[in-house]
């Protein structure tokens, strides 16, 4: 639904005089129009353009040159028969080093398949809450997940992980941040105060005994314009706990924000998580059963992860945490991170080489770029990343567009489809990854043409209108078993 | 399905800037945020923001200000359970002055709802070519109609209208031409040399009885980019049947092309409406009913429906011919236009007054807009509209956003929309207009938000990807009954 927010493929000119005729792969049967696209480019992508030429992260034409895929590796339709996802393997006895246990030594390059497939079963949560977020804003339930909380796994076809959400969490919209939360254009909506802004969730029987333990989940929601970002960027640092530990102001005020005035949010996100997190420990701790905390996010919700595991660690010393983000940017100072170090909390940053959100702040710049040296100076060395870093390269896939593509580089999808097909920093793209490679191009436009898929193309028919009995095109009001409460049940553990 | 023609909404900052805090209406109950959007802005939008600006064609802040709607008007949900159609009645007495039998003298100003209802009738003729034409570049049927000819209008529901499709138009799509015709990415299709470009129909024996006679249709496609006519338009007119007459040499090569190596042109547009035109006037003749042609198209259609009028009023002199064009450029020489008079041919003209393109031929300009007056000058006196004009105005509807949108502007949907709300050129919008307003938004951004009408909605379920039982998504194939043969079936008439 990225659309909604005015999110752009993009394809700078530079790139485009460059690249624009590309080679056909050897033994290529299909004869492609390579002629660039007339692209459009907005205020916001322009500067990350720029941007992207002063860090050099766009790619050059011969990056393309190490791509040595046969036919048989770049077409998907011989792929579409194949199961999407490998068979379960028991890993009950090695989830602390999966964990990051070890700091994921020897785990990472080559990367270890059960960690893979772990990194993409969470990395799944956290696409749910995009893939089930209403970003309509002519919606009345703009901002709120389309489904509940019993059928949300459902919806999306992710009951195969063998967890159950018992709680959504919401977080204020109306805090002087800018736009990174979604509002209505209407008055009459569910709540003009709040977003839906992840879950928490609990691994069931069969999946606690696969994988050793009673694992609690909490998924983040992100945001998926980075362009946004580098535009609004608060450079103020408030302190968190009892130390010298800073975080960014704006992400501390997501977690944070609360007002009794609300329908969502008498109680901030940070409340409801801890509560709902508390809860379920006691349950499961009193049944004997050993319990882990996995926070995971993309992006904003990569930070809120983040701040969620301080908050975590330090009221639940015997917990175990971990955080494994997507494309996540810097959140603290030094002494967060050592602090969070120190607790014991392990963190796995998935991150793209080409995406531009994982350098930020830091990448903090004025937009006449004059007083570039300046900041990138300062917070570069005020903001500091946390834990261990599984870097991606766009390069790695023959699936995806090279091209200079600001929010494309940024989606959760495609990190997940390069988390599926990395083996290690020197071989190439997994010939027997089998994650589907059409899911890259829900919501951006970053699959090469000749794998056919359409740009932008999670949406439901007609974008919701329906045709009525008179022929009128209207749009359905919503099943009332949907229709977001204040109220909400909390789910029985089990 | 325009956003595949990379279609861009278009509000220019000008614009924005003095009309961005519109006025509320009114009574009106719901408060909006009436910031303006960021907007792209392509540079052949911005040749049109130009070219608007130089003709005073954009709205004024002020324009806005001939709205006298009460909240009763302008809510659409009133009119959610109500018919979208009036009762057809009888005009077999009074289809000669309906089709132009006095030029449309005291028919216009005020517009007979008579003659409203027929223009709408065969306004959603035209539609059709574009509601059923597979735009998807990524298709094999790229190009095609989406339906067979026995199921296109049970497949869009205009059976309603009481006629059947005999027979499919196809045009070659190598011809000279710029960007009006599409074509597939891919080699392996349906046809690499022809476009689908319209259908050939008959009124079936209840509409026979309630028109007073039987009527063959010819609905020609057009083109639903604007923007791109103004780059690539030819300048140079070719003769047209054995006198002065001549027309622009673009819109002739489409309908005259054809090659004996193609599939589906071996004869060329025109050979193929004429032998069906003919064929199906020797069936009903032979039978002792009065047959009419009435021919439409919506662009370039109406530019395809001229020609095709000339030709079918040449050969067929005792036929009745009328032509109903929307949003048409001009054509031909004042020769081509004396001639279609003198052939009795009768053409009413609907053009909304911020429309571009009926202002063309004669509004060819180049980029630089140096030369503009002298192209101006010469090309406006040599190219000619023909017939009866109904002018429509943008403004008069209360449901239409009025800033500068080229393509909006320009779609057929929005010309529906304003024929079915005119009564008298000083008259409101007709509070009993009963169209389905949603209609415009199908493939534009032209209905104010108040409306909560998607932009651009117009699209199958996940723009047709389906999820198969391995949990891919791919595109299905076409049901057999609808991929197009050249050797396609002539219906029989009844």
């Not at 002519?138 to 459902?154: A, P, T």
């Not at 926070?295 to 175990?320: K, N, R, V």
Request: net charge neutral.
């Amino acid at each position: 639904m990225a659309t909604m927010k005015g999110i752009q493929p993009h394809l700078p000119s530079t790139i485009a005089n460059t690249n624009g005729h590309r080679k056909i792969y050897a033994n290529q049967e299909t004869a492609i129009d390579f002629r660039p696209h007339r692209k459009t480019s907005s205020r916001s992508n322009r500067l990350a353009e720029s941007l992207s030429h002063l860090l050099h992260l766009h790619v050059e034409p011969p990056a393309q040159k190490s791509l040595h895929y046969t036919n048989e590796n770049f077409k998907i339709e011989d792929k579409h028969n194949t199961p999407v996802m490998s068979p379960k393997e028991d890993i009950s006895g090695k989830w602390r080093e999966i964990h990051g246990g070890y700091e994921w030594d020897n785990l990472l390059d080559p990367l270890h398949p059960c960690l893979r497939r772990e990194i993409v079963k969470y990395g799944e949560f956290a696409q749910a809450t995009y893939d089930a977020f209403d970003f309509d804003s002519f919606s009345e339930y703009c901002g709120s997940c389309r489904y509940n909380e019993n059928r949300l796994f459902d919806k999306l076809g992710l009951n195969k992980h063998g967890y159950k959400v018992t709680k959504y969490i919401y977080a204020m919209s109306h805090i002087d941040l800018p736009r990174w939360l979604e509002r209505s254009h209407l008055v009459d909506k569910w709540s003009k105060d709040s977003n839906w802004m992840g879950f928490i969730g609990v691994s069931d029987d069969n999946e606690f005994r696969r994988i050793g333990r009673r694992d609690i989940v909490v998924a983040w929601r992100g945001t998926v314009s980075p362009s946004e970002w580098y535009e609004d960027f608060q450079r103020k640092l408030d302190p968190i706990g009892h130390g010298e530990a800073k975080v960014e102001h704006g992400f501390l005020s997501i977690y944070k924000s609360k007002s009794e005035s609300t329908r969502y949010n008498k109680s901030s996100a940070s409340e409801q998580v801890m509560k709902e997190v508390q809860r379920l420990v006691q349950f499961y701790n009193a049944r004997g059963e050993e319990v882990t905390l996995t926070i995971t996010g993309h992006s904003l919700g990569g930070a809120l992860a983040l701040l969620t595991a301080y908050e975590a660690a330090s009221s639940l010393p015997d917990l175990h945490v971990s955080v494994l983000s997507f494309g996540a940017p810097r959140v603290g100072n030094i002494a967060f991170r050592d602090e969070l170090h120190q607790m014991g909390v392990k963190t796995l940053r998935v991150v793209a080489k080409q995406d531009l959100v994982p350098r930020m702040p830091g990448l903090v710049f004025n937009e006449s770029l004059q007083k570039f040296d300046d900041i990138i100076g300062t917070l570069d060395w005020v903001y500091t990343h946390v834990g261990t870093e599984l870097k991606l390269d766009i390069c790695s896939s023959p699936y995806l567009k090279h091209g200079f593509n600001v929010s494309g580089f940024h989606m959760l999808e495609t990190y997940l489809h390069l988390v599926d097909g990395f083996h290690s920093k020197t071989s190439t793209f997994r010939s027997d990854a089998r994650r589907d490679v059409a899911l890259v191009n829900k919501t951006c436009d970053m699959l090469v043409d000749e794998l056919r898929i359409p740009h932008f193309w999670y949406q439901p028919a007609n974008k919701g209108l329906k045709c009525n009995e008179h022929g009128r095109w209207v749009k359905p009001i919503r099943d009332p078993e949907d229709i977001p409460l204040p109220t909400s049940q909390t789910h029985p553990c089990n």
